[in-house]
């Protein structure tokens, strides 16, 4: 939540921080800001509530001369959390003075405590927010050298944050500081960025340095230090990323969102890419750095994620029980951390995040670690905290996902609990003849989500008629009750319509209470195990004169001949079914939020990634 950019070089510094905004607006959007240190000159500092392009007309409108003045400065996007989003709250923040600005992502947990004791020195406050305490800390510890200040003003905190502090004192330096939030600094050609991820530098520099938790960073256009917050040198390695910066632009698509959407061939090709074995009829998963006589011992495991990460760990649970026998249990992230979960000897515990930044996540990692257990991470953003922090998993090069509602990173997740299913399988009770089944449906993952995504003027159509109802129920069996859930999601996040997903079977044991014409039931009703039932479920919807839509195998026609509309997904396997069908509720949630006039790639009171608790 809340994105930060930090830029020091020769060029414009108020371009190249909008520009690094908007590419981070996804992280939130209620206000923004920046501050730019001109040589000799004051700060300016502008901010506004509302998206970044309000931001940017106000600089164009106001101040053109700051537009085109070199120098360096920082800049905000932000996602409140304490005080309404408005000008005032908007980051950044600066001592009364004027002579320390800064810029925050995360929570200071005892920011009463330090406003009440700075407010008891004299410190005039003027935003609602917990951030503004760092810049007034700052300015008490100043004595000349800005590091050790923003040093001793950290260690003063307790909760999370990624920060950087600039000065009109300092001319050409910021200094970053992170613990809890993610930074990444960029190194480019006589010029430097930092920012909260990888989408603000990569279209200057494929060059960058991840920060660690109790780093402090000094950069300026021709260097960074990196120290730790009691001033001791670190080093940390420079690493090449492999996204190009068109991979996080919108293209010709109206939206992010159906951009992923339609990437998902691709993407969850690029998850499979290199990693089946077709010699043993097993999975390559090298980043897992277990031996074969290691899985073979895991004796249980343990899924923890959030939102769609959370829901594709349930249908991996299908997978490593049915196929590989492993009694596995999934749990959301938060619950996970705060229930003192059971870890034994030989427990795998599998974090799963597209952002691996999850405050919620990372910290079940830590609980995870804390308690002995193997830890295997499935992330989507290399060098992430998640990916870090676990030190062995497996990547999902979905690419970068932008668009709040996840689309590829879901099906890329589901592919790869599918690999390692296969691996996990192939290591115990399954043979050559079931791996080289499992092995093809897998291959074919790609061409069934094309299929459906050549459906898209059906769905559109199906959209476009259920648009107007307030209410969704979906309902799922077996792989596809995950899916459901999903399905929901997806269609309450972006369309702002109550929907809800349920096992199929439980709809008689209260929801049925609401069905009437009034509230559309999305079935899913593909032909697999469970499918019969499915049906029966189907009639008794009809019976109460609730609408259904229905995914159906191809070629199904009495399940066809039973619901009032029809998508239809390929014939495949239980395993494989989550995928295609995901794929069509994520068109089918896109449509409906499309024909609502919703702000799709951003919707209210959300952001892409969820860093706090
Ligand atoms: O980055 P993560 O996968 O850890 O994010 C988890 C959830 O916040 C995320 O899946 C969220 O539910 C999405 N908005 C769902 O579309």
């Given at each position: ?7 020091a070089?020769?060029?414009p510094a108020a ?21 730019v240190v001109v040589e000799?000159g004051?700060?300016s ?24 003045a070199a120098g360096c400065g ?97 001319p050409g ?441």
């Amino acid at each position: 939540m809340c994105g930060i950019v930090a830029y020091a070089g020769p060029r414009p510094a108020a371009e190249v921080l909008i520009d690094g905004l908007k590419r981070l607006e996804y992280r939130g959007y209620d206000s923004a800001g920046i501050a730019v240190v001109v040589e000799g000159g004051p700060v300016s500092c502008v901010k506004s509530a509302g998206k970044v392009n309000a931001l940017e007309r106000l600089l164009r409108e106001n101040t053109p001369e700051l537009m085109e003045a070199a120098g360096c400065g920082i800049a905000h996007t932000r996602w409140a959390t304490h005080g309404e989003p408005s000008d005032v709250n908007a980051h950044p923040h600066s001592d009364e003075k004027g002579k320390f600005y800064i810029v925050h992502n995360g929570i200071i947990d005892n920011y009463q405590t330090l406003r009440k004791r700075l407010a008891e020195q004299g410190c005039v406050f003027r935003s609602s927010t917990d951030s503004e305490v760092i810049a007034h800390l700052i300015a008490r510890f100043y004595q000349g050298d800005l590091p050790r200040a923003v040093a001793a003003a950290v260690r003063q905190l307790s909760g999370t944050y990624g920060i950087a502090v600039v000065s009109p004192l300092h001319p050409g330096m910021i200094v970053a500081a992170r613990k809890g939030s993610p930074l990444v600094i960029g190194l480019g050609e006589k010029e430097n960025i930092a920012a909260s991820d990888l989408a603000a530098i990569l279209p200057s520099t494929r060059n960058v340095m991840y920060l660690n938790d109790g780093d402090l960073a000094v950069m300026t256009a021709d260097s960074v230090e990196v120290r730790n917050f009691e001033n001791m040198p670190i080093e940390r390695e420079t690493t090449r990323v492999e996204w190009s910066a068109d991979a996080a632009e919108k293209g010709n698509y109206p939206h992010f969102m159906l951009k992923e959407i339609f990437e998902q061939p691709e993407t969850v090709e690029n998850a499979i890419r290199g990693r089946i074995d077709h010699e043993m009829k097993s999975a390559l998963l090298s980043g897992l750095n277990l031996t074969p006589r290691e899985l073979a011992e895991i004796g249980r495991i343990v899924i923890a994620g959030c939102g769609s990460s959370m829901h594709a760990g349930l249908v991996g649970e299908y997978f490593f029980e049915d196929l590989a026998g492993i009694p596995t249990e999934v749990e959301q992230a938060a619950e996970f951390r705060y229930r003192n979960p059971i870890i034994e000897p030989r427990t795998l515990v599998i974090p799963i995040s597209q952002s691996g930044e999850t405050a919620d996540t990372i910290a079940a990692v830590r609980e995870a670690t804390a308690k002995g257990a193997l830890v295997a991470a499935l992330c989507n953003v290399v060098g992430s905290t998640v990916a870090r922090e676990a030190g062995r998993g497996v990547y999902l090069h979905a690419g970068p996902e932008i668009s709040v509602a996840s689309t590829k990173a879901f099906t890329s997740q589901v592919t790869v609990l599918l690999l390692l299913a296969l691996l996990f399988g192939r290591n115990r009770r399954m043979d050559r003849t079931d791996g080289a089944r499992l092995i093809a449906e897998i291959e074919a993952l790609p061409d069934m989500i094309r299929k459906v995504l050549e459906q898209v003027p059906e769905i559109e159509r199906i959209a476009k008629r259920y648009a107007h109802c307030n209410d969704f129920f979906f309902i799922g069996r077996g792989p596809l009750y995950p899916a459901a859930l999903e399905g929901a999601l997806k269609l309450k996040e972006i369309s702002y319509i109550h929907a809800e997903g349920y096992h199929a079977a439980e709809l008689k044991h209260g929801p049925i209470a609401l069905l009437d014409p009034a509230h559309p039931v999305v079935a899913l009703a593909n032909n697999i195990p469970g499918r019969d039932k499915m049906l029966g479920n189907i009639q008794e919807c009809r019976a109460r004169k609730a609408p259904v839509i229905a995914l159906v195998t191809e070629g199904d026609a009495e399940a066809e001949a039973l619901a009032g509309d029809v998508i239809r997904i390929p014939e495949c396997s239980r395993y494989a079914a989550a995928l295609p069908t995901v794929a069509a509720l994520q068109l089918l949630a896109y449509y409906i939020a499309a024909e609502r006039g919703c702000e799709i790639d951003q919707p209210r009171n959300l952001a892409k990634s969820v860093t706090v608790e």
